[in-house]
């Protein structure tokens, strides 16, 4: 399977990602975007992973390459490439479905738990999803489920955390691809927003401190990733 992903910035990669592509050798490449490096052919890949950034589905003004990106994305799946958004990556893909891209009523950053829905039961990729799980954050905007997708994942402070739209594009506003070093990078680079006061914005000290948590995230990773490769 052959393998590519968008990157926004510098300080949010692949990850774990990169570790599960290792371990089953395939191919992967990329595009960092905030490089200006081009996007590839549709049919150079099988497999699109977008990753998240600080940036929204709104700001073509100050990232004009976000235009281009969403047209890329939108063919990809028109052509039923199997499609994976993180954060800004999910809001992308529910902004070309015809979904509304928004603030939330809390930001969201750190450890916090998330729930499977009841109509993740009829889903192909979120069916062994965990009923309850805590997993990375970072995130001021959600989106709606765009139609004819299963809301699949909520939490407390986000009703709508994912979704699976035609078995093979997957949305998650949350991060299981978070490694202890990927936490560590995104703190290093949101110095300003973690200056912030929040009921769901926890400290450096306390995001880095949950070991075993990146351990949970990359076992349900993998398994979510399996699943997408058998599609």
């Known amino acids: 399977m052959r393998i590519h992903y968008i990157q926004h910035v510098h300080f949010e990669t692949p990850a774990n990602i990169f570790k599960w592509v290792e371990n089953k050798g395939y191919q992967i490449k990329g595009t960092r975007l905030f490089l200006k490096e081009p996007l590839p052919e549709i049919d150079q890949f099988d497999f699109l992973i977008i990753m998240g950034g600080p940036m929204g589905v709104y700001d073509e003004d100050k990232f004009p390459w976000l235009t281009e990106e969403k047209k890329f994305i939108e063919k990809a799946i028109k052509e039923n490439k199997k499609v994976l958004g993180i954060c800004l990556g999910a809001q992308l893909i529910a902004d070309v479905l015809g979904a509304k891209v928004y603030k939330n009523r809390y930001k969201e ?28 954050h970072w995130h001021g905007d959600t989106f709606e ?37 990927s936490a560590k990078a995104l703190i290093d680079n949101s110095v300003e927003e973690l200056m912030e006061k929040g009921e769901y914005i926890q400290s450096p000290e306390e995001m880095l401190s949950k070991k075993e948590n990146f351990k949970q995230i990359e076992k349900v990773l993998f398994n979510m990733l399996d699943t997408i490769e058998k599609i």
């Open 145 to 181: 489920i765009p139609s004819g997708a299963i809301h699949t994942v909520k939490s407390e402070a986000c009703e709508n955390q994912a979704f699976e739209y035609n078995k093979s594009v997957i949305g998650l506003q949350f991060h299981l691809e978070t490694t202890f070093e």
């Open 109 to 136: 950053i750190g450890w916090f738990p998330v729930f499977k829905t009841e109509k993740a039961e009829k889903s192909v990729v979120f069916k062994e999803f965990p009923q309850q799980i805590t997993v990375f």
